[in-house]
């Protein structure tokens, strides 16, 4: 049995003898929630070909057959966890047995804890970090390639307002979004001159199961993820695809995110990760009132 699911549409005996219609083809990693499923809602509005991509198969099923009844666009669901060593060649091999060209891919799958890091658990740390940035380096290395050589390419990656500066008890993901966003206009430079686009959304808080797994007593009361208002993941997604299709590199969305970013480049570094230190330190839940 193949380990990847199967394309809603049926591909049937010898469904590349006619010529395909020169539809997008992008692919799209967290595609079954948040804002990941919000983008490929936009997409399959435009008509493009998805390639969707998360771990839990039956959840991207569903949102591929409600995609495809919706807006009669093709759409290839593969059950892939993008944590582990070794996934990201396999999806592109996937792609390739498909006989999927991918036009536009899409970088946002990637999660984030609230810890202080020593406490984190080791394996969990290597997941988070293989996910967010190593699956991030490779799928575009290996579709960056393709599309350099084709001469055409958009390239979108999902970083966060969290890679503008060093965030206590937040530190190895804001870290690894940092990476993301470096890596992004490095990228964007190199490929410019070769019909490729790369650009880099960088949210800020937005309302996803993204803080589903942090204990809510943690980040209650004044804990900057308990009042910091939460973005309209549609309103991120739009934002998303209206930079990567205008081939912008780089933005932060909301004012306030820009707002903070912009003020970070003129303050001491020690001075935002003390201010970050208080911001983001969670609360212990055991600790009885004074
Ligand atoms: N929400 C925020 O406040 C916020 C702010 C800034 C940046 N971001 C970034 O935005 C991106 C999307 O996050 P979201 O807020 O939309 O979160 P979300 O609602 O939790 O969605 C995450 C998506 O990624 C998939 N995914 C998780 N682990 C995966 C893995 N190992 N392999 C493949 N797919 C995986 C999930 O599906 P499965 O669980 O089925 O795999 C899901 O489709 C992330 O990169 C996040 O860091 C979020």
Redesign the pocket.
């Known amino acids: 049995m193949s380990m990847y699911s199967h394309p809603v549409r049926s591909l049937s005996a010898q469904p590349f003898e006619v010529p395909l219609a020169p539809v997008t083809t992008t692919l799209l ?9 919000e983008m490929a809602r936009l997409l399959a509005a435009r008509g493009h070909r998805l390639v969707l ?4 198969a039956d ?2 099923h569903a949102v591929a057959e409600s995609l495809q009844q919706a807006h009669g666009c093709e759409v290839f669901p593969l059950a ?4 582990e060593p070794g ?1 990201s060649q396999r999806l592109f091999d996937e792609t390739c047995r498909l006989r999927l060209d991918i036009d536009m891919l899409v970088n ?5 804890m609230v810890e202080e890091h020593v406490a984190i658990d080791p394996e969990r740390l290597q ?1 988070m970090l293989q ?2 940035i190593v699956a991030v380096a490779e799928l575009c290395h290996r579709f960056g390639a393709q599309m350099k050589h084709r001469g055409s390419g958009r390239i979108l990656n ?5 890679a503008y500066q060093p965030t206590p008890y937040f530190g190895a ?1 804001g870290a690894s ?1 940092a990476f993301v966003l470096n890596f992004s206009e490095a990228l964007a430079k190199e490929m410019e001159d070769f019909g490729v686009s790369v650009s880099c959304l ?11 797994e942090v204990d809510p007593r943690r980040i209650a009361g004044g804990h900057h993820f308990g009042v910091a208002s ?1 973005a309209d ?1 549609g309103a991120v997604a739009r934002a998303g695809i209206e930079l990567m299709l205008s081939g912008g590199m780089s933005r932060v969305v909301g004012l306030g995110n820009q707002v903070l970013v912009f003020a970070n480049r003129f303050a001491p570094r020690a001075m935002v990760a003390a201010l970050s230190e208080r911001l983001l330190r969670p609360l212990d839940p055991e600790r009885k009132p004074a």
């Not at 892939?80 to 944590?83: A, G, K, V």
């Not at 960088?202 to 589903?212: I, K, L, Q, V």
């Open positions: 990693t967290g595609a079954s929630s948040g804002i990941g499923l991509v998360s771990r839990g959840r991207l892939i966890d993008l944590s996934a946002n799958a990637g999660f984030g997941r996910l967010n999902i970083a966060s307002a969290a993901y979004k960088s949210p800020g808080p937005t309302a996803t199961a993204f803080f589903d939460r993941p």
